[in-house]
């Protein structure tokens, strides 16, 4: 299997080649491996890849042949071998990054930083973070790179160990852990355990933690290698000079300085990466802490639409939603000095046990904030309609569309958030 692997590299190296699982997002020289069985087997699209000119294909159909055609009867198996040789042959650092929210944002201003201090880093593609989406990222690396940076996200106990087992990264970063998305892990102390799962690494050589909870959970679980912070704590003082903003803040006593391209929602990012930088290289010095490259697409973006002649601001969210980001958001939404103010909010998933109690604080939340006007949608926030007439409640996005006409022409400034499940892009992408 190793001519295989070794092929595979050749081809890599001579076509910059990318894996890919998906055909649609395949290129001419790319490397095709069709997962998933059944009716979903990606190996069943083997013509559309070579059509698209992929130069080599992994697939599980046997009845094949093509001189670009390599077949092996367990592609999972494949992927699982593939992955431990490359990262065996890799021989920078490997950077993993967790944490209920603030992932991908972390992730991506890490690599810029890095990457404008003329480090050569590879990371993880968008918010890829289950096994699949890290075994995709580690086939896609490039291994001459001083550094590779992956995001890792779990739903269920067990997974952060497959990831770790899988990875086993040098440096570790958990960004925070809130109470959200515990659906599966039951409570709140079985979270933090499987997070904390991240430190199990073979190879750690740090571990900075950002924890707002005081929990017996991390007695045991702290030692010289992992740093634990509260990022909470740390007065911030936001001053702008020119075209950069000069961040004021104090960790164990100590005051630090550092400077961003953006204040609001982003300090603590800053803040975080400062920190945790400062752990991987204490002898260099970075002049900025966050970079707008960062910001990946629909993560925060104001897009500008017309709307029947008229112009609207939107606020989008809507990749994906949690109870500490979705207050966090609406609040910055409520202190912008905009006028005519349309918050459309989806229900919350993975909160388990906890979903009745945390719907129903957002929903006394906006009863506060009092926007000029509010719609719910989703089965979550459904179920309080009653409650709460004031606001328009629907039980899934396609009933919204169906009526939004009347709100976006009475609106100027639009916040839409919630999680992935409902597909709050389609009210977007239904502006015309």
């Given at each position: 299997?190793?001519?295989?692997?070794?092929?595979?590299l050749f081809l890599k190296d001579k076509y910059q080649s990318n894996i890919v699982f998906d055909t649609r997002l395949l290129n001419q020289n790319d490397i095709f491996i069709g997962i998933g069985d059944g009716s979903k087997n990606?190996?069943?699209?083997?013509?559309?890849?070579?059509?698209?000119?992929?130069?080599?294909?992994?697939?599980?159909?046997?009845?094949?042949?093509?001189?670009?055609?390599?077949?092996?009867?367990?592609?999972?198996?494949?992927?699982?071998?593939?992955?431990?040789?490359?990262?065996?042959?890799?021989?920078?650092?490997?950077?993993?990054?967790?944490?209920?929210?603030?992932?991908?944002?972390?992730?991506?201003?890490?690599?810029?930083?890095?990457?404008?201090?003329?480090?050569?880093?590879?990371?993880?593609?968008?918010?890829?973070?289950?096994?699949?989406?890290?075994q995709f990222s580690i086939m896609n690396i490039n291994l001459q790179n001083k550094y590779s940076i992956f995001e890792l996200g779990i739903n269920h106990p067990g997974e952060m160990k497959d990831l770790i087992k899988t990875l086993?990264?040098?440096?570790?970063?958990?960004?925070?852990?809130?109470?959200?998305?515990?659906?599966?892990?039951?409570?709140?102390?079985?979270?933090?355990?499987?997070?904390?799962?991240?430190?199990?690494?073979?190879?750690?050589?740090?571990?900075?933690?950002?924890?707002?909870?005081?929990?017996?959970?991390?007695?045991?679980?702290?030692?010289?290698?992992?740093?634990?912070?509260?990022?909470?704590?740390?007065?911030?003082?936001?001053?702008?000079?020119?075209?950069?903003?000069?961040?004021?803040?104090?960790?164990?006593?100590?005051?630090?300085?550092?400077?961003?391209?953006?204040?609001?929602?982003?300090?603590?990012?800053?803040?975080?990466?400062?920190?945790?930088?400062?752990?991987?290289?204490?002898?260099?010095?970075?002049?900025?802490?966050?970079?707008?490259?960062?910001?990946?697409?629909?993560?925060?973006?104001?897009?500008?639409?017309?709307?029947?002649?008229?112009?609207?601001?939107?606020?989008?969210?809507?990749?994906?939603?949690?109870?500490?980001?979705?207050?966090?958001?609406?609040?910055?939404?409520?202190?912008?000095?905009?006028?005519?103010?349309?918050?459309?909010?989806?229900?919350?998933?993975?909160?388990?046990?906890?979903?009745?109690?945390?719907?129903?604080?957002?929903?006394?939340?906006?009863?506060?904030?009092?926007?000029?006007?509010?719609?719910?949608?989703?089965?979550?926030?459904?179920?309080?309609?009653?409650?709460?007439?004031?606001?328009?409640?629907?039980?899934?996005?396609?009933?919204?569309?169906?009526?939004?006409?009347?709100?976006?022409?009475?609106?100027?400034?639009?916040?839409?958030?919630?999680?992935?499940?409902?597909?709050?892009?389609?009210?977007?992408?239904?502006?015309?």
């Open positions: 299997m190793q001519k295989i692997f070794d092929k595979i990606g190996s069943l699209y083997y013509k559309e890849a070579l059509k698209k000119g992929s130069r080599l294909l992994i697939i599980n159909n046997k009845t094949i042949n093509h001189e670009y055609i390599i077949h092996t009867k367990n592609i999972q198996s494949f992927i699982k071998k593939f992955c431990k040789y490359l990262l065996s042959k890799y021989k920078g650092k490997v950077i993993a990054i967790t944490g209920s929210v603030g992932k991908t944002t972390i992730k991506e201003n890490i690599y810029h930083i890095l990457s404008q201090n003329n480090f050569s880093v590879s990371r993880s593609y968008k918010n890829y973070n289950n096994l699949l989406g890290l086993n990264p040098h440096y570790c970063l958990v960004t925070c852990i809130e109470n959200s998305h515990i659906g599966n892990f039951k409570n709140f102390n079985n979270l933090i355990k499987n997070k904390l799962d991240i430190f199990n690494s073979k190879n750690l050589i740090k571990g900075v933690l950002n924890f707002r909870h005081e929990n017996m959970v991390l007695s045991n679980r702290i030692n010289s290698k992992i740093s634990s912070i509260n990022v909470d704590k740390i007065d911030k003082i936001v001053n702008k000079s020119k075209n950069f903003f000069k961040i004021d803040y104090f960790l164990n006593g100590n005051k630090n300085s550092i400077k961003s391209d953006l204040d609001g929602v982003y300090i603590d990012t800053a803040i975080l990466s400062s920190i945790f930088l400062k752990k991987i290289r204490p002898l260099i010095k970075f002049n900025n802490y966050f970079l707008r490259e960062s910001i990946l697409e629909s993560r925060g973006n104001l897009i500008i639409k017309h709307y029947k002649s008229k112009k609207l601001k939107i606020y989008d969210h809507s990749y994906n939603a949690s109870p500490y980001s979705l207050k966090k958001q609406l609040m910055i939404f409520k202190q912008r000095k905009l006028i005519h103010k349309l918050c459309i909010v989806g229900s919350m998933k993975e909160l388990g046990q906890d979903s009745i109690n945390q719907h129903q604080k957002i929903l006394r939340l906006l009863f506060n904030l009092n926007f000029f006007k509010t719609v719910l949608i989703g089965e979550e926030f459904y179920k309080h309609k009653r409650s709460f007439r004031m606001f328009k409640f629907y039980k899934t996005t396609q009933d919204y569309i169906k009526y939004m006409r009347k709100d976006f022409l009475k609106s100027k400034n639009i916040f839409v958030m919630g999680s992935r499940y409902y597909k709050l892009e389609g009210i977007i992408n239904n502006v015309k």
